[in-house]
């Protein structure tokens, strides 16, 4: 048979001039193409507002800080369409249920409060004051504090989210589930075991000092594009970028600065990757051992010849513990073993090892391409047990750089939403409120979805985002939701999450980032912190575009006014001034002293970082080097068995270049070049013509887990690409029917959305046509 030439055309750059011709689409089909203009200038500016695009941090150094992605997510916001009580008053629940993701979002911003009356199956009007008494009675009612569920999306700002956090304390529970258990979790986890604090130890800056810098399983030409200016700049002043990305992303290749006149005009683009490795989905950490390995075996050559070593010594006996072990631990590692698993060459992981030896300064930046594994933990300690080899962590121009990616779900951990918070961090809780706060853990999102499942929980409350299609195994997660007898979610678009009912249902709509936040004692700021722990305000600078919203923060003050009666807290006062809330941090956490005067400096504040000090707050006080063994098997090799005839293939999930998330932007992945469409399922042309498939054929996809359990989801458009043997991708969140719910991460409970194992045949419809 044979095969067809690829239908997508992939590009030769990314960034010029389609992005920001893309941007000013955007902007135009936002129907508010003046009021986004003024909007993007104010982006991640000073006295403007923190882009809601993703977390990367900038220099507010006067130039343009916004992005194509960036300029999407403003316009999206800042719409003019906006739906009320007569759309849906027209439309019932279940009839809204059959609309796609990307339908219910697009019909504009929510602009009132509204309840779900189950008698008509409609969302109706209610009152605020209505819509927080119903909340507090429902949740007076609960048996136990622990049946309640405060889930966070990484949006909502440190004022929000502080207050969100205490109110849950103090009415009593711990379950704080958030989208971060969804996304860096692993990061976090691996982090403090390793170095004793869960975040970066880099700063933007570095990325000017680098000699090498090592990206893992990230896309940022989509996710964080201000990112590539980084890269972009990095890689002209000649420092070595290395890749490691099951695909060809072309930003990583080869990308044009919009700022740049020549890259933007002409065809002309700077080479991004020194060397691209494109390793089997799930093989990062036998890769990285794999080059670890490389590193002992020359070093071992150039010592006994006399020659310097390669590795840092006096970092390693100063401030590391394990350092022994793990070597033996590698050396019992076979190359054979480190191939096999990581899909790459011994001599590619040589040079790469030659790479990084030849730096003094290495970053190691990642995303999801690491975290959403089953060994992601393993794999992130054995990153850095790579950089604590050559004494990489604390030096300018060096260090871990996991890169975040809502604009403030790194805040939301500092403020407290963490379902295992220190038993430290209670207690300055407890100090400031004056009263005693739960120590015993609670849910995580996956935690909170089973305890739904079994109806242990029975409220939920979402501060932003989208669970329902954002967590895994739809089927089962649309369960959960439909067994809550109140759901509340406060939101700015309508989403899935708004439409799995069981009992009661409040849409609380909220303020945006762009709008001007004006509470009783004037116009309020929000912060919030980027991924290197910079902590800046974000003060919004277009009217609201309806005056029933309110701020997040007044939710959730209101709710706690509502719900706990007697509160040694002035809920509604802080909710008139958000300085009062900066005031209370201030108080309680260290790092955030004189919070109010800090933020008033250009570009706020840095939080600082342990870690870069050689300030251990491990257990043990030191680095930990971690010896884990590779995983026996990666996930799909378990179930050879289990399918009988069929091929096993894993599938990551990942996104297109238009979505954010849960949200549709539209149907082009102008990166990869496919437009119109995202039911799209990329396949290696040999694979396919294995099992006499063509580019453009429809398949249907079922993932395998343990139990004889089968998940399946429709016609997927078969996409011929460069994808290595055995390994497949398609769109989040399509294919979330198919990741099993309890096929997660070692310790860090991420849903394994990178490593799914599936089976293909040829699709149902097609086959009766
Ligand atoms: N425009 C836009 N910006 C965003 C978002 C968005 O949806 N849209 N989302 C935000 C959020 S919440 C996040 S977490 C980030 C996500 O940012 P990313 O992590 O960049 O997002 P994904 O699309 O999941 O991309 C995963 C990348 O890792 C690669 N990959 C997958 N599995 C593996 C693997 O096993 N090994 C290796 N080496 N590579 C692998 C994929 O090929 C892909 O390039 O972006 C943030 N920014
Ligand atoms: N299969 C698969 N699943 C995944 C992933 C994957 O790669 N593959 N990625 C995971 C990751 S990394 C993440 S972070 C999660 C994302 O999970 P979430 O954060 O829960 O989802 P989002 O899609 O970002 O949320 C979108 C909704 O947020 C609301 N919203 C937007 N702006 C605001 C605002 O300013 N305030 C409030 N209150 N609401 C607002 C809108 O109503 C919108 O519908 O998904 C995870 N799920
Ligand atoms: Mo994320």
Not at 148 to 154: K, Q, V
Not at 358 to 385: F, P, R, Y
Not at 389 to 416: D, E, F, W, Y
Not at 495 to 510: D, E, F, T, V, W
Request: net charge neutral; with cysteine.
């Amino acid at each position: 048979m044979s095969i067809e030439t690829p239908k997508h055309n992939k590009p030769l750059k990314a960034g010029g001039l389609s992005s920001l011709k893309s941007t000013l689409k955007h902007i135009v089909q936002s129907q508010q193409p003046q009021t986004n203009i003024k909007n993007l200038l104010k982006a991640n500016q000073n006295k403007g507002f923190d882009c809601p695009g993703c977390a990367w941090g900038d220099q507010k150094d006067g130039l343009f800080q916004f992005c194509e992605n960036g300029a999407k997510a403003i316009a999206w916001e800042s719409t003019s369409k906006t739906i009320g009580r007569e759309f849906f008053a027209q439309h019932s629940v279940s009839s809204l249920m059959k609309q796609s993701d990307y339908w219910l979002e697009y019909q504009g911003r929510l602009i009132e409060p509204l309840s779900y009356n189950s008698d008509t199956d409609h969302y109706q009007p209610i009152s605020w004051q209505q819509a927080f008494e119903l909340i507090a009675s429902h949740l007076k009612n609960l048996e136990s504090p622990n049946q309640a569920e405060f889930y966070t999306s990484g949006r909502a700002s440190n004022e929000a989210s502080f207050l969100y956090q205490l109110f849950g304390r103090m009415y009593g529970t711990n379950n704080f589930p958030d989208c971060s258990n969804m996304c860096h979790e692993a990061s976090g986890v691996a982090l403090t075991t390793s170095i004793g604090v869960g975040k970066g130890t880099v700063v933007l800056d570095d990325f000017d000092h680098a000699d090498a810098i090592f990206v893992f399983g990230q896309n940022p030409g989509t996710n964080h594009p201000r990112m590539m200016n980084a890269l972009r700049k990095a890689a002209r002043a000649g420092c070595k970028i290395v890749t490691f990305n099951n695909l060809k992303e072309v930003a990583l290749e080869r990308f044009a600065s919009p700022q740049d006149p020549v890259e933007l005009l002409t065809s002309k683009a700077t080479e991004i990757s020194h060397a691209y490795f494109t390793p089997k989905l799930g093989g990062d950490m036998a890769a990285i051992r794999g080059i670890v390995k490389a590193i002992l075996e020359h070093d071992e050559q150039l010592t006994s010849s006399g020659s310097k070593t390669l590795l840092d010594i006096s970092f390693i006996d100063q401030h590391t513990e394990g350092f022994n072990h793990y070597i033996e631990q590698v050396k019992a590692t076979s190359w054979e073993k480190i191939t096999q698993q990581s899909g790459l060459e011994q001599q590619e992981l040589r040079q790469a090892a030659h790479i990084y030896c030849q730096a003094d300064k290495v970053i190691c930046t990642w995303a999801m391409g690491l975290t959403q594994h089953k060994h992601s933990v393993a794999t992130i300690q054995e990153l850095v047990n790579l950089q604590l080899l050559r004494g990489n962590i604390g030096k300018k121009g060096a260090g871990l750089c996991p890169v975040r990616g809502h604009s403030n779900v790194q805040g939301n951990r500092t403020m407290g939403i963490n379902e295992k918070p220190s038993n430290t961090f209670v207690d300055a809780m407890a100090q400031l409120v004056g009263q005693s706060l739960p120590y015993e853990h609670g849910h995580n999102t996956y935690h909170a979805i089973h305890a739904l499942l079994k109806k242990q929980s029975k409220v939920l409350v979402c501060l932003g985002g989208n669970i329902a299609a954002a967590a895994s195994d739809s089927e089962k997660t649309f369960q959960a939701l439909r067994n809550t007898e109140l759901n509340v979610q406060i939101s700015t678009k309508l989403n899935r999450s708004h439409l799995l009912i069981g009992k009661n249902a409040l849409i609380l709509p909220c303020l945006g980032r762009t709008e001007i936040d004006v509470q009783t004692t004037g116009e309020q700021k929000i912060t919030v912190e980027d991924t290197f722990s910079m902590v800046h305000a974000s003060q919004g600078n277009v009217p609201p575009i309806s005056n029933k919203l309110k701020s997040e923060t007044n939710i959730v003050a209101n709710i706690a006014h509502a719900t706990l009666k007697d509160s040694t807290v002035n809920w509604l006062s802080l909710a008139g001034d958000y300085q009062k809330i900066r005031d209370m941090i201030a108080q309680s956490l260290p790092a955030f002293a004189h919070f109010n005067e800090k933020i008033e400096q250009p570009g706020g504040f840095y939080l600082g970082n342990s870690a870069a000090d050689f300030n251990w707050l491990t257990t043990n006080s030191k680095a930990n080097f971690s010896s884990n063994e590779l995983p026996k098997q990666l996930i799909a090799e378990q179930f050879t068995e289990q399918v009988g005839t069929h091929k096993l293939f894993t599938l990551q999930s990942l996104r297109s270049h238009d979505q954010y998330n849960t949200t549709i932007y539209g149907m082009n992945d102008r990166y990869r070049g496919i437009s119109g469409k995202r039911n799209v399922l990329f396949i290696n042309a040999k694979d396919a013509q294995h099992q006499g498939f063509n580019d453009g054929d429809l398949v249907d996809i079922t993932s395998v887990w343990f139990n004889d359990e089968y998940r399946t989801v429709q016609n997927f458009e078969l996409c011929f690409y460069d994808i290595p043997r055995g390994n497949l991708a398609a769109y989040y969140p399509e294919t979330n029917p198919l990741v099993p719910l309890d096929s997660v991460g070692d310790k860090s409970y991420t849903p394994t959305s990178k490593a799914i194992a599936v089976y293909l045949e040829k699709s149902r419809d097609s086959r009766i046509i």
